[in-house]
């Protein structure tokens, strides 16, 4: 019985093909990531982030489907915010809107800042984005092997 | 239909991982059963670890138990002695057990560790009935099957072997801490620490890479037992190796009061039951539930359950744990931007925990992340103040005060505390079960009158620590007692007036059924047990094998 559909490893019930993100959305999710990286990095976010960022969001999406749904309402509500104050202020509202970390989340913007942008954050700063406030590793960086004479973090000795 | 195996083994935690290994090494046929309790949570998975990546919540933790009752909610087993010992994040029950979730400091017991009773003279605490220099070749091979990190010319305590890997350097976060330890006289070295390193042989086990999320490896480079088992049930060619999941085991077995004839489990899904006949069987269920097995295990010639002689029932008793103990204290500004940089530590001193602290309770002492006085995370290593700023929406600006401004910089310390037979484990009622299917716990400990004071004393040893590095506000942030490390419940012993296990690791009055876990230390010194606890395996595994 082990070809039967539903020995299928799952975490959740829905078929992985229904639920893709699409290219429109993923380009608005990129940008969001873009945008973080001009909010509070020194230097640019590199374009070959992209992969990492469709993979995180592959993932989230394959442990819980609604996140399908987040990316989607986060690209709808980043829209409308940028309509009524810009791109810049719009961004900057999202980023730091201190009202809307309420948990759970209890609006569109919330869920938004919660489920999609903090997350990006994490992301973001795993993937080096720490770099700009003075460390060399940080948690969820992928620093490299502990090799005599090329540690991947700040020691004593350097 | 009954199972007939060589070997029964109950639990699939490192010391039955290390055991199995050992045991096949030297005959990969022999008939090997384990049952576990629990069940498989995937490992290196990506998409897990990019999930506890972000919500901090790792995959395992429906492993773990439930909080004591309280009137905030439903929870399980039962605080009979006050709630001073959390079973709760304590262990996991699941296959590969509790290294699903350990840190992996990687310590040596201390020579005078051995003989305890014999420096101390405490009453209810004995000596070991091994020495170091017994288990010290035991050691060596304990760090390199667990793969070790550390520093091999550390003689602290003394040591024949190379570590497997050389140490992880100091991080720039442990500077202060260096040049206050370096003023003040105190001794300190690096952690050992059970991280995978860079290898010239062909190893299945990735090197460590630093990404700090070790709570849930994505590359399997911080010892997991679930890890190695599998890799054993892959690549070992090992016929007769076989490891049940979900199989609850009810009660051992016996012939006569000698003799172990293997077990009775349930399989949890099902409920049916199900007789494993073996000519040896070996309890390594974690302290707590090996213990109150054998309390459940009653024969005619067991009234009170195997292990239990009549004069005294130790079994189960005897609990002890380490009091995990934060201090902290508030550094003016961070100029270098200190913050974590790894998940786990890299300054570790055992000054206290020495032969003149030993009948006060000796204590190790580690140097934990420091983090922003802005934000209130002092153990919650997995968000860094980074990412706590930027979400909370912090702007650039902001985050540069924050990154630069005070930082508090915490030590923490792991006192030893000694065996008393008034603190024990014990089953609740048979039909009282947890959420995972298994019985629960009755949990009493009552710490020792004089603890607050030993905890005024160590305040006073760390003091000129703080001092030194200029932070004021010097506090304890927290004290508490969890079921990590616990231990003692059927202790090792010369003779069953004191003891569960023989130096063998055997039951008294047995010929076949050992006890293999951290309850069978005679006490548990100031350090974390589970290279002991291999060490002990290994040994273990040797006796085995030389029948
Ligand atoms: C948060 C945390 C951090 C830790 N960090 C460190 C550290 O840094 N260094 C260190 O040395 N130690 C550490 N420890 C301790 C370490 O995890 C234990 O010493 C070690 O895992 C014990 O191994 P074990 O095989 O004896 O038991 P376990 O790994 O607990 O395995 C026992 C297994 O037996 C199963 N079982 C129980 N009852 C039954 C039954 N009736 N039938 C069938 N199966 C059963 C359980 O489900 C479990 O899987 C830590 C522990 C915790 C909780
Ligand atoms: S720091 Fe090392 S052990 Fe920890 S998660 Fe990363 S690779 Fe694994």
Redesign the pocket.
Same mark, same amino acid.
């Given at each position: 019985m082990e070809h039967r559909k539903y020995n299928r490893k799952a975490y959740h019930a829905a078929d992985p093909a229904d639920v893709a993100v699409s290219q429109a959305i993923f380009n608005d999710m990129w940008e969001l990531f873009v945008q973080i990286g001009k909010f509070w990095g020194k230097t640019e976010v590199v374009e070959d982030l992209r992969t990492d960022l469709l993979v995180f969001m592959n993932n989230r999406i394959a442990m819980d489907p609604s996140y399908l749904y987040d990316y989607k309402n986060a690209s709808e509500v980043i829209k409308e915010l940028i309509y009524e104050m810009g791109e810049e202020k719009g961004y900057e509202s999202l980023f730091t809107d201190k009202s809307i970390l309420d948990d759970p989340p209890t609006t569109l913007k919330a869920r938004a800042r919660q489920k999609v942008s903090n997350e990006f954050i994490v992301l973001y700063l795993s993937l080096g984005g720490f770099k700009d406030y003075g460390a060399e590793n940080s948690l969820g960086y992928i620093g490299g092997a502990n090799i005599k004479g090329k540690t991947p973090y700040r020691t004593i000795d350097k | 239909m009954k199972k007939q195996v060589d070997i029964l083994i109950?639990? %699939?935690? #490192? +010391?039955?991982?290390s055991l199995s290994q050992r045991l096949l090494e030297k005959d990969p046929n022999r008939s090997i059963l384990v @049952?576990? $309790?629990?069940i498989k949570v995937p490992m290196k998975d990506y998409k897990l670890y990019q999930d506890y990546l972000v919500t901090g919540t790792y995959p395992y933790q429906f492993?773990e138990d439930l909080n004591y009752p309280s009137i905030f909610g439903n929870g399980e087993n039962v605080p009979v002695g006050g709630n001073q010992l959390q079973l709760s *994040?304590? &262990? $996991?029950? /699941? !296959? *590969? *057990?509790?290294?699903a979730? =350990?840190?992996? =400091? %990687? !310590?040596r017991l201390k020579p005078e560790d051995f003989q305890l009773y014999t420096n101390t003279q405490i009453e209810g605490t004995i000596d070991w009935p091994i020495s170091y220099d017994d288990l010290e070749p035991y050691y060596g091979q304990a760090e390199d099957y667990i793969g070790v990190s550390g520093d091999s010319t550390d003689q602290v305590p003394p040591r024949t072997t190379k570590y497997p890997f050389c140490e992880f350097p100091y991080t720039l976060e442990d500077q202060g801490t260096i040049e206050a330890f370096e003023k003040l006289g105190l001794d300190y070295a690096h952690m050992p620490i059970?991280r995978h390193g860079i290898s010239d042989t062909d190893s299945p086990h990735a090197p460590c890479k630093t990404t700090g999320t070790c709570k849930y490896c994505p590359f399997g480079a911080r010892y997991f $037992?679930g890890n190695f088992l599998d890799e054993m049930l892959k690549y070992g060619s090992f016929p007769n190796f076989e490891i049940l999941q979900g199989?609850?085991?009810?009660r051992i077995t016996m012939s006569s009061r000698s003799k172990a004839t293997g077990a009775v489990?349930h399989d949890k899904f099902t409920t049916d039951s199900h007789t494993v006949e073996a000519e040896t069987v070996i309890v +390594? #269920?974690? %302290?707590i539930?090996?213990a109150? @097995?054998m309390q459940r295990s009653v024969t005619p010639e067991w009234p009170e359950g195997v292990g239990n002689q009549k004069n005294n029932n130790l079994v189960g008793k005897n609990l002890v744990s380490h009091p995990f103990v934060y201090w902290e204290a508030t550094l003016p500004e961070n100029p270098q931007r200190l913050q974590p940089e790894m998940d786990f530590p890299t300054f570790i001193s055992r000054h206290f925990d020495s032969k003149e602290q030993q009948p006060f309770g000796k204590f190790l002492t580690v140097r934990l992340n420091s983090f922003s006085d802005q934000f209130n995370m002092t153990t919650n290593n997995q968000v860094s103040t980074l990412t706590k700023a930027m979400q909370t929406g912090l702007n650039r600006e902001e985050i540069d005060a924050v990154t630069t401004g005070p930082l508090n910089v915490q030590l923490i310390t792991q006192v030893e505390v000694f065996t008393k037979t008034s603190n024990y484990v014990s089953n609740t009622a048979p039909n009282v079960i947890n959420h995972?299917g /298994?019985q629960e716990t009755n949990v009493h400990y009552v710490p020792d009158s004089g603890f607050e004071n030993r905890l005024d004393q160590i305040q006073t040893l760390l003091n000129p620590v703080f001092n030194e590095m200029g932070a004021t506000n010097f506090r304890k942030a927290s004290d508490s007692i &969890?079921?990590?490390?616990a231990a003692c419940v059927t202790r090792m012993s010369d003779t069953p007036e004191t003891g569960v296990v023989d130096k063998d690791l055997k039951v008294f009055d047995t010929d076949n059924l050992y006890v293999? %876990?951290?309850g069978s230390f005679s006490s548990l010194g100031a350090?974390?047990?589970?290279?002991t @606890?291999t060490a002990l395996s290994l040994r273990l595994g040797d006796h085995l094998n030389s029948k």
């Open positions: - | 109950i639990g %699939s935690g #490192a +010391a039955a991982a @049952l576990e $309790a629990g492993c *994040g304590g &262990r $996991a029950m /699941m !296959f *590969g *057990g509790s290294t979730h =350990w840190g992996g =400091w %990687s !310590f059970a $037992a199989a609850i085991v009810d489990y +390594a #269920a974690g %302290s539930e090996a109150k @097995l995972l /298994m &969890r079921a990590d490390h293999l %876990s951290n350090i974390n047990p589970t290279i @606890l």
